[in-house]
């Protein structure tokens, strides 16, 4: 079964600190990991896509296959990253398909 | 450009009725895609359009339906509603071809039923 799990409901940390908002997956095949964000009273965002290995706002995540994890990493925490993070899946290629976990709250205090 | 506008923004339903969701893509592109997001959950899949036809379906009862018009706008609608039915309905708007980070998602649709 094609599925996705955020382990933590909230993560708070301080600024300055570092974070790791964990995400596992399910898959069987090749499957495309995303990290959408949501700020407060915004829409649903695209931070981030494993094919394109990129660090946005800081961020990054590195897609481990054998542990079928792709958890989202930042050294040093801002207040303006307090938000909702979402992992999703995909099979390869525009399926239409996102299959997201439950969301990690991220609190960063001052 | 106004990217992905969704209406109503709030509905309130009794249960056994229908409703009727609307979703405008964000210009140029063609797909949209709806998902439920209930309470603390992470949004589910409900169905894509493409050239108005249903393109592709998650694990959603007969009682979801849609529809995509000539101007690639589309409806959602819920027939016979159930208290479990109640969820923030977000609509993605994508282009086809461009691949699973080109989706554009709206505020939603906050349904309640009562």
């Known amino acids: 079964a094609q599925r996705v799990t955020q382990p933590e409901k909230l993560l708070s940390v301080f600024k300055g600190a570092p974070v790791e908002l964990k995400c596992n997956y399910s898959y069987s095949g090749s499957p495309e990991l995303f990290w959408y964000v949501q700020y407060s009273r915004q829409r649903l965002q695209l931070l981030l896509r494993?094919?394109s290995r990129e660090s946005i706002k800081g961020f990054t995540a590195d897609l481990n296959k054998g542990e079928t994890s792709f958890h989202l990493k930042k050294p040093f925490a801002q207040e303006e990253d307090s938000a909702m993070y979402y992992c999703a899946l995909s099979g390869p290629g525009n399926t239409g398909k996102l299959i997201f976990g439950q969301g990690t709250t991220l609190q960063v205090k001052p | 450009d106004a990217g992905v506008t969704q209406s109503p923004t709030h509905l309130i339903k009794t249960r056994g009725q229908q409703v009727t969701l609307r979703c405008s893509p964000k210009?140029?592109?063609?797909?949209v895609s709806w998902y439920q997001q209930a309470l603390g959950q992470g949004p589910q899949f409900i169905f894509q359009?493409?050239?108005?036809?249903?393109?592709q379906r998650g694990n959603f009862p007969d009682r979801f339906s849609g529809h995509q018009f000539p101007n690639y706008s589309s409806e959602l609608n819920v027939n016979a509603l159930l208290l479990g039915d109640s969820a923030l309905y977000l609509c993605?708007?994508?282009?086809?071809?461009?691949?699973?980070?080109?989706?554009?998602f709206g505020s939603g649709t906050r349904l309640t039923v009562v």
């Open positions: 993605a708007s994508s282009l086809t071809g461009a691949g699973n980070y080109g989706y554009t």
């Open positions: 494993h094919i």
């Open positions: 210009s140029g592109h063609d797909t």
């Open positions: 359009y493409y050239e108005e036809e249903e393109r």
